[in-house]
């Protein structure tokens, strides 16, 4: 069996969880959160604590089943805790900054860059080269996270672009390095 999907999900004391045709509804102090199963796992709900189980043996439900099991950790965590990317600018003149919903970003284009964020997310430049995302949906928050950075990827030579917090860049030599070591 999964050594993931064996695992209990515990159930902290302000969080309730409900289970009708096959939606699980995960409702917290943050938000709620809602998640369609899939055929051949199903969920068991406890005194204190989810259990997943698998109907079969397949190989595709015997993947369902870790994969499930982490999805409603995460569901049961983001109503509690909430999560959180941080994003850097590295750049002479990249900034950042909020009009009103929408994030404007200049980034070494010739203009600036709006940026509107799902409703559930939310966006706080504390300087202008920092951005925090958060939310309660770990796969929302990592996907605008991963769209911001995709405006401007860091690049090897320099390593200007946006990059997330603790991200290191493998840098390269450039081309006047590579002629000064042939003659060498």
Not at 20 to 38: C, H, N
Not at 60 to 85: D, F, P
Not at 144 to 169: D, F, N, T, W
């Amino acid at each position: 069996m999964s050594r993931v999907g064996r695992k209990p999900i515990p159930i902290l004391p302000n969080v309730q969880v409900e289970k009708s045709d096959g939606e699980v509804k995960v409702i917290g102090p943050k938000g709620e959160l809602t998640a369609r199963m899939p055929q051949g796992v199903s969920l068991e709900i406890k005194e204190k604590e989810l259990v997943v189980t698998r109907r079969s043996e397949e190989k595709r439900i015997r993947a369902l089943h870790g994969l499930w099991r982490s999805l409603l950790n995460n569901m049961v965590l983001g109503v509690t805790k909430g999560y959180e990317k941080q994003l850097d600018l590295v750049g002479v003149g990249y900034k950042a900054e909020m009009k009103g919903k929408k994030l404007q970003l200049q980034v070494g284009y010739s203009h600036p860059i709006l940026f509107a964020p799902p409703e559930e997310i939310k966006i706080q430049v504390s300087a202008p080269t920092n951005i925090t995302i958060t939310g309660i949906d770990k796969a929302l928050v990592g996907l605008v996270a991963a769209k911001i950075r995709s405006l401007r990827p860091p690049e090897p030579y320099k390593g200007k672009g946006i990059r997330y917090k603790g991200e290191h860049v493998r840098r390269k030599a450039g081309k006047a390095a590579a002629v000064t070591g042939a003659r060498a």
